[in-house]
Nanobody, 127 residues
């Protein structure tokens, strides 16, 4: 069982930055690929970014490429999402999710493939 807890959300203005954190309870955190998803009001949950177990492989949604950076610290059981140049359309609840991975090539992008989810943290970007 893996418990995930997001933090770092808040209200910011267009162009600002935020760093989201995801704390994981797993003993074997380094065996889980991590992903971030987001869900805006009235919309489906969308993929944002993913990182492989070692951190050597990452993948981003086109809408955030060049602005967001996903990272992880396996020694601290933490995953992060650095968000720069925020736009009003980035407003959403952001979720971190974990998927057990036996190899380092896996960067999961589908919500239905994830094994564990956090409760989410709200990011609001005002114009």
């Amino acid at each position: 069982q893996v418990q995930l807890a997001e933090s770092g959300g808040g209200l910011v203005q267009t162009g600002d930055s935020l760093r989201l954190s995801c704390a994981a309870s797993a003993r074997s955190f380094s065996s889980y690929a991590m992903s971030w998803f987001r869900q805006a009001p009235g919309k489906e949950r969308d993929f944002v970014a993913a990182i492989s177990v070692s951190g050597s492989n990452t993948h981003y949604a086109d809408s955030v490429k060049g602005r967001f950076t996903i990272s992880r610290d396996n020694a601290k059981n933490m995953a992060y999402l650095q968000m720069n140049s925020l736009k009003p359309e980035d407003t959403a609840v952001y979720y971190c999710a974990a998927r057990y991975a036996s190899s380092d090539w896996l960067v999961p992008v589908r919500a239905e493939d994830m094994d564990y989810w956090g409760e989410g943290t709200l990011v609001t970007v005002s114009s």
